[in-house]
């Protein structure tokens, strides 16, 4: 069984920054990849950030702003969010998809993080 955690979420300012942890425990075979989605109030959820071994992806909306990266050794991707937009508001969930054996593919989610970007 494998588990999601998020952390990190919160109260910020516009123009300053946030970091959020994912961290992924239990039993499994392998991580594939790591990715954290956003959704906006009234909104359906979006890709923010993904990462795996073959490359990196970045939504337009944070390219420049946000980095994503990954600890192998841990378990746990990060996103590190700066000048943060009150567009940037949402409820952030994390996404991890790899193989519970190395025949059995597993996409768990985590319970989410809030963002609120506000003055």
């Known amino acids: 069984q494998v588990e999601v955690m998020e952390s990190g979420g919160g109260l910020v300012q516009p123009g300053g920054s946030l970091r959020l942890d994912c961290a992924a425990s239990g039993r499994f075979f392998s991580i594939d990849a790591m990715a954290w989605y956003r959704q906006a109030p009234g909104k359906q959820r979006d890709l923010v950030a993904r990462t795996s071994s073959e490359s990196t992806d970045y939504a337009d909306s944070v390219k420049g702003r946000f980095t994503i990266s990954r600890d192998n050794a841990k378990n746990t991707a990060y996103l590190r969010m700066n000048h943060l937009e009150p567009e940037d508001t949402g409820v952030y969930y994390c996404?991890?998809?790899?193989?519970?054996?190395?025949?059995?593919?597993?996409?768990?989610w985590g319970q989410g993080t809030p963002v609120t970007v506000s003055s």
């Open positions: 996404n991890v998809r790899g193989r519970s054996t190395i025949i059995n593919p597993f996409s768990k």
